[in-house]
């Protein structure tokens, strides 16, 4: 049996993340958007990109929904492969096309 959110709830959540979200660009837009931002802080930035889709991928290839929720073979290795590419290559094109092979090649192999 499912149960239903009740309406004012969900409006209450809507709304909050709404306001959370506008919060969230305006500190950056349009607090900071005309003014130079330090070295230090411009320095971590960089690095938001590259933290961020690691936090992706992880729950696919630990928990993927394809097994319900079981590791296997296939997203492992590719998630070992892809990591050995772009540490030997230092290309991220690269990593990503040998990890996505490797998937295919095990899931075709495997079953």
């Known amino acids: 049996m ?3 959110i009740d309406q004012t709830t969900l ?14 660009r305006f500190v950056f837009i349009g ?3 005309n003014r130079p931002m ?10 938001t990109a590259v933290a961020i889709l690691p ?3 992880t729950p696919l290839v630990i928990w993927p929904a394809a097994t319900q929720g ?8 590719a998630a070992a492969m892809t990591i050995l590419i772009g540490l030997v290559t230092k290309n991220v ?11 295919y090649a095990l899931l ?3 079953g």
């Open 70 to 77: 079981q590791p296997d073979t296939a997203r492992m290795s």
């Open 31 to 33: 607090l900071v958007g």
């Open 93 to 103: 094109i690269a990593a990503i096309f040998a990890g996505a092979a490797t998937l």
């Open 55 to 57: 936090a992706l991928v």
């Open 11 to 24: 409006w209450i959540v809507i709304i909050a993340m709404a306001v959370g979200s506008f919060a969230l």
């Open 38 to 47: 330090p070295d230090w802080l411009l320095r971590h930035l960089r690095y």
């Open 2 to 4: 499912t149960e239903t």
């Open 108 to 110: 075709y192999l495997l």
